[in-house]
């Protein structure tokens, strides 16, 4: 999860999504802002909400209200991966050039 402190977050009515990502230490720098999404419901049957943190940041969509018992999941940005695996293969990659 790209947050910097992943944890449980008591649950209060009227908490926004902004609220719980702060109290979770925030996005990290590999975080995607345009893929967050809240997990509602029963894990057998759950609904799932995708919304981007940017545009609510930049004031082009509305914070969404979490529900008791919600998970907000925050994922990693492409980018983040494929410079994951650049950090990898980068011994490789030398190796094979000396």
């Known amino acids: ?3 910097s ?7 209060r009515p009227g908490m926004r999504l902004t ?3 702060a109290r979770a230490g925030g996005l990290t720098i590999d975080a995607d ?3 967050v999404r809240v997990i509602r419901g029963s894990l ?3 609904s799932v909400y995708t ?10 969509a509305h914070d969404v209200e979490l529900a008791s ?6 994922t990693d940005h492409w980018i983040a991966d494929v410079g994951e ?5 980068g011994p490789l990659l030398s190796a094979g050039v000396t």
Not at 51 to 60: A, E, K, L, S
Not at 85 to 89: A, G, K, S, T
Request: proline share 5%.
């Open 33 to 35: 802002e345009g893929d």
């Open 5 to 11: 402190a992943a944890k449980a977050v008591p649950f």
């Open 69 to 74: 018992g919600d998970i907000v999941f925050v």
């Open 85 to 89: 695996v650049l950090d990898r293969l």
């Open 44 to 46: 057998d049957h759950p």
């Open 51 to 60: 919304t981007n943190f940017r545009d609510i940041r930049d004031g082009d």
């Open 1 to 3: 999860m790209a947050v």
């Open 19 to 21: 609220e719980a990502l």
